[in-house]
């Protein structure tokens, strides 16, 4: 059977338009075969658990989703009672890109804040948390925050401990958004858990698809008593996969041993390169720190429509021609220099 | 990497215990490397729409989601209105098995009907069908069945037209829970669209993964004017693959050639095999008829017990003593005859 | 200013085709002038949770809100996680009635059992109390039951206990829907508190519309840990009324003296009156118990025709030609003959 | 029966806080008495039905609920499919005083937009009316407006109009949130018409309880094409009145005649009369432009502490020390006369 597609193509769109890295896919096929107990209780995903408490501490607890969408929305909903209200970044994915998932599926009231550079902080925070025990006002409960942001920003270590200090002062507890949490981590050389457990960090949505699995995010408790009903929740919310031991075997080969450090170290060396690549072209402009694997630029909208016939991306934002350019696991360096070259020559022909 | 598990070993508790078909773990593998559109613009998601179009009709369109509990739901909320019911049979699955996602997740009310073999009658439906335009009552307007059912039986075609021509007169929609279809297609030794599009059904939850795929069902409109805003109420209900070309290569595996049908001919022939194996063990009873891969049957509960110390399987009904046994696309004669002589060894020492 | 309708006639439809208690009205004019703090905290609201305690004990806690679905859908809310479900009997108002409010507002499962009578028994409740801890089962909760039930007849203090004891033994906690608990409890002459606090009851659903308030009900947690964040469900769920002070004048002066006692004794006195004169009209028959000011009755259909030309009546069941009457707080003697007098024609006039 | 308050007393601090009008009381007594049928197909409700077509077009519906949070979620719900998403001002009573009720129980989410005034403008609903079509972003369907705004502003016909024009021509839907739209029409001097149907306002929330009533609030379907399912949507959301004869005759009580004019042109004025009061007071500054019966004024946080002790009024940022006084219908010239003479008072005092 021949790929029906070129693999040699790439894009900069998204760090999702990869495939699966060899060595998880190794691991579904490793775990095929024979039979075993279904919905979890299976020895890939007790092998699953141990992994997951290397990384995030003993009392760390892991429930497998299939997607990030879901990854947040239980995550939240287990943390809040019906009435409870997540504050947010505006530009936080929960809030621009998942449909309206936590309002429509899990009945969840966002509130969120204006930021520069897509970071909450204590004073940020303090603007939506207010109100407590006031009926008129959804009750603050969750701070959530992305890190990696969308915006390509990364939160550092004591960055996030100052916001988990002021939010369970406030009686909040916080969420981190961990869709490209590896890239954060290896984008400030720390362990995981010095931007989770240790900073103070409640529950995580642990990304697994953006740094090469096949499908699958986590749910990771990382404070037993900040969540409740979890089992429950993923299961009416349509996340309990039958042939758990997969997703399991993906994450026990990611994390057991440095798969999700080379694979974010690179993508983030990619982005690194990238933006070095793209500065000396003159007319583009690079607007805003690049601290991981996106790149934001500014350039001319023709310029865009035409590198985009050579290499799909997306636009950031229509009004000011601000494009995002994602590297992923498997963007190589000649990816990186064809993509600068093609777009210096667009530029060129531009002028 | 070896297994952390014996892949010789079977049960007989679920055909989701069940594995990845060996060709179905292949198309996963030629469809990795190089980049493709997320989120469903792939050419794998554009080759799988043109199969179930195949199977299915011109008119079908196909939406994949994560899982089976996911398929319903999406079916479900995208034919009716947030204040419309389900008729269903009691021993449903969505009635039954899935946490209450329709209630909790879609807010769906079912309306469900006791029946004696889990196949649901015209004369059944109007047990559940009235009350239309009053607003006391959850506006009936789906009613969903399971070919193959929760209790082994198979619906006909003609038992599955007769049942949409007296929806379609009240107004109704049917919609089919399509977890084992291709069991039940294979059992009647007719194409899939027999028991689908041709009988008047509006839309389909397609199984696939307890037919081999590692993961991944599909919501199926046969009707377009049956269903409304899937494409949302997909993502919303956080169903929205961002790796898509590989669940899409999966059903493109399973359905462009006759996977489905070998893998589902295999698994019922294994039921019948058991069936007839068990039927010769004095003092086990198999109340229920055999027409697929399910077989049930009453045992002494102790012997039962010890025989799942060497197989694993699941108690149906507590009370009575019966229990399930599930043949899968990948149990092998020698499997049910091994578990057959486990019983009469039991049967025997418990005389 | 001339009413718009004859308020000699009455109907037999329905005890919320009455009007409002000339004592209740009063006192709404008494608490109408100047201002009173809005949403609850008010003096006559202060009074209210007063008279309250004195009918259910210290603990007891009221919330008033709009309607009995709201009574009902905010007690059930209040007292299970978004995955718990609700054991009612199949006939119960909360699965019949309310448009499917506890399922669509709610996102509550229902596990009704069928019943002979409309009453649940500990027997009955073992029929939906199990699957606990397996995330494939909604996880029963509550047992909901009605008093008087839907079918008219009426659970003693020994009934209730018996079921509270047993749900309570299994975890579970005991809801009462008593949009007409006063007739039941003036029906058996004995105390509010006798078929609620002292049986165990956790929250009840008091009903005020139908004894003669205006509008009101009231969720009164009976056990405080039953039951959690009711402010913020009656808010979110759309039963915060901005003038309190009003509803809860009415409960005040159905509740401190024995106006509810009175209104509940006569309209089961016309109730009675009612079976006994249909009882002697040849071919009618009154196939259930009349307990409280509820008659059902089997008559011809042309006859059930006719007579409801003159008075409105309602069918219970269109296939048995069961119609179901209903005497309320302000039918008179002179009613109930007049009505008896005219169903004894027209069965006259079938004849 | 004496009150429990004295009713001389009045308040600041919410229109919610008056009582009902003698003339609507009167109504509702009227209409006491006899039987009528429930849930709205009496003749008060009828009647009702022809007064709203009398000042808002033959085409207008009228759908009475409980309080104004459910007008407006039944008014969304009723607009929207289930993944559609609502466009309003940050300030908007929806967004920050339901306790997240269009979240929590309708499961929308709001698309909030920040404003100088409270009023949004097609410019500023551009800021969120995009991504039609994108399943990552909730689905812009309605804008909702606030007349008067919760900023105590007015829009003017033409401003709504323009709003309509751009929004229909975006296929989006207009609601207003008219929890105080007759005190809007009487500051213009416009009919209800003006401000709502012949602008193109598509539903509209009508205010009863703050105008007079003593509980009531309509959904009114102003373009039949706009909504679908109000039936059902108010029955579900536990909106549904059984005694509803008597919120219909408060309607017409309040609309035949010119009750709603009176009532709303003297709270406006007394709303002036206080600007003006204030305004004259050294350190008392009103920042904001008084266009109905709202106030606000900043003013030193420990005068105001005093002047709460003698007339309760509510702060609307703890930050600024910004406070909001209303005046309802009953407010007299004494009660403000009286107030503005307190504030100076307490002004000189702190001086």
């Not at 929305?73 to 504050?87: D, F, Y």
């Not at 890239?183 to 050389?189: G, P, Q, V």
Request: net charge negative.
């Amino acid at each position: 059977m021949n790929p029906r597609h070129d693999p040699r193509l790439k894009a900069f769109a998204s760090d999702n338009y990869a495939g699966v890295h060899p060595e998880i896919l190794q691991a579904i096929v490793t775990a095929n075969g024979g039979h075993q107990i279904s919905y979890g209780d299976d020895v890939y995903t007790a092998a699953m658990q141990e992994v997951f408490k290397r990384h995030f501490g003993e009392q760390a607890q892991a429930w497998p989703v299939f997607n990030g969408t879901a990854a947040n929305v239980v995550s939240l909903r287990s943390m809040t009672a019906p009435w409870e209200a997540v504050i947010c970044a505006e530009t936080a994915h929960i809030n621009t890109d998942e449909g309206g998932a936590p309002e429509v599926a899990g009945g969840i009231k966002l509130l969120p804040v204006p930021t520069p550079d897509g970071k909450l902080t204590p004073a940020l925070i303090d603007r939506q948390a207010w109100g407590f025990g006031d009926v008129h006002r959804a009750q603050p409960k969750v701070v959530s925050i992305s890190n990696t942001t969308e915006l390509g920003t990364v939160y550092t270590p004591d960055e996030i401990a100052a916001i988990c200090a002021h939010a369970h002062e406030r009686g909040l507890r916080v969420h981190l958004d961990g869709s490209r949490v590896t890239n954060a981590a290896a984008a400030l050389d720390v362990p995981l858990r010095a931007l989770t457990t240790d900073a103070g960090v409640d529950v995580l949505s642990f990304g697994g698809t953006k740094i090469g699995l096949l499908y699958g995010e986590a749910v990771v408790v990382l404070d037993p008593e900040a969540a409740s009903g979890v089992d429950y929740i993923r299961k009416t919310y349509m996340q309990l996969s039958s042939k758990m031991r997969f997703v399991s075997a993906q994450f026990e080969a990611l994390l057991s041993g440095d798969l999700w450090l080379r694979s974010a170290r690179h993508a983030n060396a990619m982005g690194r390169r990238l933006a070095e690549a793209v500065r000396g072209i003159p007319g583009v402009e690079v607007p805003r720190a690049v601290e991981a694997n996106a790149v934001f630029a500014v350039l001319p909208k023709d310029v865009a429509d035409r590198l985009r016939k050579r290499f799909r991306f997306y636009t950031w934002n229509e009004a000011t021609g601000e494009v995002r350019w994602m590297c992923a696991f498997d963007t190589t360096e000649e990816d990186v220099d064809a993509f600068a070259a093609a777009l210096a020559e667009e530029m060129a022909a531009a002028g």
